[in-house]
Every structure is written in C-alpha cells, then in structure tokens.
C-alpha cells in the first residue's frame, strides 16, 4: 500500500526552528515528486514546493521563496519541510503529497502536520 | 499566478445533480487538460477524485465526473449522496517554470 505519512503536531514560539518530515512506503520514493501544500486554519490550500528526489530538483512557490525549505532523505525515503524562524502566521496544517515525474495529479497525500506557532 | 475561482458555496438534495466550476485563464485551465479535483472532508487530508480533466481514479464512485470548456473546468456529482458534502478545491498546470501548479479557492458542497 501506497503511503505518506508525516510527523506529529508541533506547537513552537515565534523565532523558533522547525523541521517536519513525510515518509513514504509502498513506492519508489525516488520517482515522484513531493509537494507540500499549506492550508490555513478555515482557508483554503496552497502550494508550497516541489521536490524530485532523483535529482534534488526544487521548485518553490513564489509566495514561499525564502520563507521555507524542502529537502529529502533518499536513504529513508523522507522528505522534509523546514523553517529557520517561525512567525504565528505560520500556523496551520501542512500536507505532503505526490506525483509521478511526468503526471501532473497528486494521488496520495499524507495525513497532515498541524504547526501551531504561539508565543 | 492567482487562484482558480470557485463558487464558494454549492448545495443540493440527495439524488440531484451538482455542478460546479473552476474558472482559470488561457494560461493555466485553458491551455492544458491538466486538471484535478480533490475532495477534503471536515479534518481530513484531501482525495484526487478526477485528473486530466475527466479521468477518475480506481475506487472513485462513477457519479462524479469532469469537464472542461475554454478556461473553465467544471465537477459534476450525479446523484449527490450524503457523504459527498466536502470541500472541493481544482487544480491546473500551469507550465510555468517556476511553479507549475495553481489550485481553486475552493467549492462547499451541502447535501440539504
């Protein structure tokens, strides 16, 4: 079976670090893109970045260029999401999800990490 | 790149009909027949329910279906059940090279 699944809610202090990861089983983790979308709480989603493991390929959204950053481990087949200094507009759920290199849909999406930033 | 634009709201009774649209430009929706739905229930993660369009993934019931004409996109769900009331975002390719993916605002859908 198909899976990404992420770690745990965090609850920081502004300024703060963070690194949140999405592991996937099931599949070739080396062959599908990984991006990571952020919801808001009562809003909708968007996309944050892009990353292909094959080739460290990285795309960021304009909107999140700078503000975050997108690694992977191919070795455990994890993918990371990263902020250096948080800020409480930062709260909100963020998602992993997948595409094959070539497709343009997501069809597995991990079960969601819950950020909440407050001082 | 902007948001597709979606109704914000959408209701129906069981067993009716519901369309809904997903406008974009001649750069995104228009130019390529690269659109997904996703269906996110209330705390859930969303769920691809049609790609390229009009595909629908295995396990997907056949009363929803996928359309597009010009720069708009449209989901239908024939027959609309209880369990299909969700939030419904679209999402295009745009081709950009700096990031080739834009989604909607997001649909409503109530089962009154």
């Known amino acids: 079976e198909v899976q990404l699944v992420q770690s745990g809610a965090e609850v920081k202090k502004p300024g703060e670090s963070l690194k949140i990861s999405c592991k996937g089983s099931?599949?070739?983790?080396?062959?599908?893109?990984i991006g990571w979308v952020r919801q808001m709480p009562g809003q909708g989603l968007e996309w944050m970045g892009l990353?292909?493991?094959?080739?460290?390929?990285?795309k960021y959204s304009p909107s999140f260029q700078g503000q975050v950053t997108i690694s992977a481990d191919e070795s455990i087949s994890t993918a990371y999401l990263q902020w250096s200094s948080l800020k409480a507009s930062d709260t909100a759920m963020y998602y992993c999800?997948?595409?094959?290199?070539?497709?343009?849909?997501?069809?597995?999406w991990g079960q969601g990490t819950l950020v909440t930033v407050s001082s | 790149q902007s948001a597709l634009t979606q109704p914000r709201s959408v209701s129906g009774s069981p067993g009716q009909s519901v369309t809904f649209s997903c406008t974009g430009t001649?750069?995104?929706?228009?130019?390529?027949?690269?659109v997904s739905w996703y269906q996110q229930h209330p705390g859930k993660a969303p769920k691809l329910m049609i790609y390229?369009?009009?595909k629908r993934p295995s396990g997907v019931p056949d009363r929803f279906s996928g359309s597009k004409s010009g720069s708009t996109a449209s989901l239908t769900i024939s027959g609309v059940q209880a369990e299909d009331e969700a939030d419904y975002y679209c999402?295009?390719?745009?081709?950009?090279?700096?990031?080739?993916?834009?989604f909607g605002t997001g649909t409503e859908v109530t089962v009154l």
């Open positions: 999800t997948r595409a094959l290199n070539g497709l343009t849909y997501f069809d597995t």
């Open positions: 099931g599949y070739s983790f080396t062959n599908y893109w």
């Open positions: 990353f292909y493991p094959a080739n460290s390929d990285t």
């Open positions: 001649s750069s995104d929706v228009g130019a390529y027949n690269y």
């Open positions: 390229d369009v009009t």
């Open positions: 999402c295009s390719y745009t081709g950009s090279f700096i990031f080739p993916y834009v």
